[in-house]
């Protein structure tokens, strides 16, 4: 089956309408535009086998446009979603104990497992979708189009691959698989996410719809070490959350909200990234029970910074108070 159909299944097959890659009429657009080149090729004589050029005005003119709105509209959908299902999830206290009571009555916990199942493979899908489609657009044109439109989707972060909200689902059913619940909650899990360790380095896997393999690298690239408390800035790298901070410039105690939206990203060194920036807290309890001692020294370690941090930060307010 043609991956175009098969896309077009699944996206019919959902309860819920959700937005998608509208793969027929993009392929329609790059179909129209070799047609428009090739007929005014015959009015030249030129020979029928050639394609449009690499900047067409037919295709960039609509296709581009059309296919940043889907985009767009994907991942807002998917993040929107993502982060009610783990904040549901993580929920605590009273507001854990009515959700949990509502749930019962409504017997949604496996479907609370069944929906973030959904949600990687509708992120997963649609990113095989958009790769295919821009693929051909650079097999019709002969360019590189494409690929340099998904590299600006990227600085524009409405890349669904790059959302955190995916590594956070990811983390979530592998957390789910390994803890110890009730007989038929099991059966719901969702086997396309694991963590693995290449040389003692943890990465994040998920393999799915036979054409996309996901490996999410949890090193941080400021300690070198897996990370610790980790956080994802709005370009999409993960670092320990008191490295991002002393690469914001910020100090623990005032946090990443605090830091200048002049402030760039260690790796890609985008600027005014670390104002949007995602606690991951289903990566933490992961990495929290699959290494457990490194955790539990580099805890004893933050605790101490921590401390000292506070202790000298409300030093400096003292003294600016009394005016020394």
């Not at 993580?90 to 019962?104: N, T, V």
């Not at 490194?294 to 030093?315: F, I, S």
Request: net charge positive; aromatic share 10%; hydrophobic share 35%.
């Amino acid at each position: 089956m043609k991956f175009c159909k098969k896309y077009q299944e699944y996206m019919q097959g959902q309860e819920k309408k959700l937005p998608g890659v509208g793969f027929k009429k993009l392929k329609k657009i790059l179909k129209n535009c070799r047609r428009e080149f090739q007929s005014k090729n015959d009015v030249h004589g030129v020979l029928h086998n050639q394609t449009c050029p690499q900047h067409c005005p037919v295709c960039d003119g609509t296709f581009f446009p059309s296919l940043l709105k889907e985009m767009s509209d994907i991942v807002g959908c998917f993040n929107e979603r993502a982060q009610k299902l783990l904040e549901l999830h993580l929920a605590s206290g009273f507001r854990k104990y009515f959700i949990w009571f509502k749930g019962k009555l409504q017997g949604s916990h496996v479907a609370l497992i069944q929906e973030g199942k959904d949600l990687v493979n509708y992120a997963l899908i649609n990113a095989v979708a958009i790769r295919k489609i821009l693929k051909k657009y650079d097999k019709v044109h002969f360019s590189k189009q494409g690929q340099a439109f998904k590299s600006q989707a990227q600085s524009m972060h409405i890349e669904i691959l790059q959302s955190p909200w995916l590594c956070e689902l990811m983390a979530f059913h592998i957390n789910l698989r390994e803890t110890k619940v009730k007989s038929g909650m099991t059966l719901a899990s969702f086997e396309g996410c694991y963590l693995t360790f290449n040389d003692g380095k943890p990465f994040l896997s998920c393999e799915l719809f036979d054409s996309v393999k996901l490996d999410i690298d949890l090193t941080c690239s400021i300690c070198l070490d897996t990370v610790f408390d980790p956080v994802s800035l709005t370009c999409g790298h993960i670092f320990c959350y008191m490295c991002a901070c002393s690469a914001a410039s910020v100090s623990i105690v005032n946090g990443l909200k605090a830091a200048e939206p002049k402030e760039k990203c260690p790796l890609c060194r985008e600027a005014g990234v670390y104002e949007g920036f995602v606690h991951l807290d289903e990566l933490s309890i992961l990495l929290r029970r699959s290494c457990s001692e490194y955790w539990e020294q580099r805890l004893q370690m933050e605790r101490a910074e921590r401390v000292r941090q506070a202790k000298e930060h409300w030093e400096s307010q003292c003294r600016a108070f009394v005016g020394v």
